[in-house]
């Protein structure tokens, strides 16, 4: 086979000292794959991408890297597959790129997996109650009271809402600790898919009403744009913990807040509805709340292009890709222009 | 079967309380124990179990139950098993007790699954930088800068010191997240049997020197007591997390709290060598601490005398025990009594 010629379209250098590394190198030379990185030498934000694009016969995308849309790949015929080094593609590629017979994959499942590592730390600082039971560093105090309220991860019931990449791995990772119970709200999933990774299917109303721990774990897609409201805040146990690793905008911001003010229930995000958090916000003065910077899924993207390059790898020997999206799939994906 | 006869042989009311529940009664009578538990009723510290025990073929222990040497046993014949609800027996049987033929059975599997979980929970905080990039409540603030400074568990060294039951359920919640490597200083267990879990047999040395996240989770025994000091502490690489689940005078209390007040490492404790952790304590100021109050192992004492009436089931049916201590595994427990 000969030498294949692969893009890196980013104009970010940010984003090519990021994901190009030592193991990307090997990984292409190891393929035969001559991989062009443009934005390695310096920022090239006004590249004109479909003037290089016929020469390549792979692209690799990541975050504001443009449309690979039929009209951006309208001169390329040698193009059969797009890349994304990141998570979703919903802003990557468009129908248009299915309609013109090209493939698409993306590293969701290795982001995933990094997300799915911060909501089991989580859930484990969920069930032993950190908030009353820990001092971090000389900042606060801790409550030496014998009789702990903290919950028994074995008789507690952890509810997900959504079953993608994230939620599989989270599943994996939970299966050695034997929780009580595991209940997934998902459309896509049947009961018996569900039954293999431990867990029972059921409604969005049943994850917020039954869950001890619930994980906010769906795309944001139009279907469930700020879809969490009032009702469904109002239907968490007392003492329970709502856990959003995924995206702010699943939920509507003012009924959120007010419910958590209530200190009825707590919370643990790593998402906000402006990042970074401003100093003034209320969500800040909350005392029943845990926050992270959005790094939930910051770890591993030294792999994002490597497992990449092996997708295309997969594909020119005819093999079935790991990551790849289709057209259903790319219109559940979240979407980041949503509720902007 | 003849109904068997079972003594809960503690004085103290809320032992009694604490361990004494539905599923005790349910499980008695599904087996056909008949259980007394004396102090259901009121602390009955004053007790003559000399007189009592007798009566009984077996005998449940947990916390500052008396001593089940042959002395206090010599006039019972009856008496086959003595089972501990809670973890180390060292102070709860003696050499005479297995001179004398007499089983010994503990609860501490169950109560090291509660351990593990918390260690698992501490090598997450420690990957993720929890001290840095997380506020708590309206504790603190965090930092929003993009670089993460946070460790890739696929990339990082885990170093445990110990192979007891915590360390493999540790190793079984650890196996889903895939970390880079695991090592494990044990006098007690061949390379092949850690290989089965993943794990390289290395020295005591290696372990400090060459992991990320080291955990302590051996037994204070003879050997062991304050056996770390400041030659091994000035191993631990920087940016390192020394995770103490264990036992804290495992480790020399000045040079700990030296080189913790370099900054050079971090550190994660659950034990301390005065409870609660007085106020003026300078370990109180250390800023790369996390502390949590000694409840690592609270979660799960519902289940210690079920698991211990299972175990006198299965010794009456003359199956093997789940939770058995032989005369040598005894020697090597933690004696609470060493380095006080």
Not at 21 to 28: A, F, G, K, L
């Amino acid at each position: 086979m000969s030498t294949k010629k692969i893009l890196f379209m980013t104009g970010h250098k940010v984003y090519a000292d990021t994901f190009w590394n030592q193991d990307c190198i090997e990984t292409s030379r190891k393929l035969d794959f001559s991989v062009d990185v443009p934005a390695l030498q310096h920022d090239c934000l006004d590249t004109d991408w479909k003037k290089l694009l016929p020469d390549y016969d792979a692209v690799i995308t990541t975050w504001s890297s443009p449309c690979c849309n039929a009209k951006l790949l309208s001169n390329c015929p040698k193009i059969k597959i797009i890349g994304h080094a990141a998570g979703s593609v919903a802003m990557i590629v468009d129908q248009s790129t299915f309609d013109a017979g090209i493939r698409v994959t993306t590293a969701n499942y290795i982001m995933a997996e990094a997300v799915a590592e911060w909501s089991l730390l989580s859930t484990l600082m969920a069930v032993r109650n950190v908030l009353a039971y820990t001092q971090w560093g000389n900042q606060n105090s801790m409550n030496w009271k014998r009789a702990f309220d903290m919950r028994d991860l074995k008789r507690s019931t952890i509810g997900i809402w959504g079953m993608g990449d994230t939620t599989r791995h989270l599943l994996n990772m939970l299966a050695p600790l034997h929780p009580g119970r595991i209940i997934v709200c998902s459309n896509h999933s049947s009961a018996s898919s569900l039954a293999e990774f431990g867990a029972e299917k059921c409604s969005l109303e049943e994850v917020f009403a039954e869950s001890d721990i619930i994980h906010l774990l769906a795309g944001v897609n139009h279907e469930n744009l700020f879809r969490i409201g009032e009702k469904e805040l109002r239907l968490i146990k007392p003492g329970a913990t709502l856990i959003n690793g995924g995206r702010a905008r699943l939920v509507q911001e003012q009924p959120l807040l007010q419910e958590l003010q209530t200190e009825r229930f707590n919370a643990i995000f790593d998402v906000f509805y402006q990042e970074p958090l401003p100093e003034d916000s209320p969500f800040k003065q909350l005392k029943n709340v845990i926050y992270t910077p959005h790094n939930a899924g910051f770890t591993g993207r030294e792999r994002f292009v490597p497992f990449i390059l092996n997708e295309f790898a997969r594909m020119f020997r005819g093999e079935p890709l790991l990551g790849e999206i289709n057209r259903q799939r790319h219109l559940t994906m979240t979407d980041e222009r949503l509720g902007r």
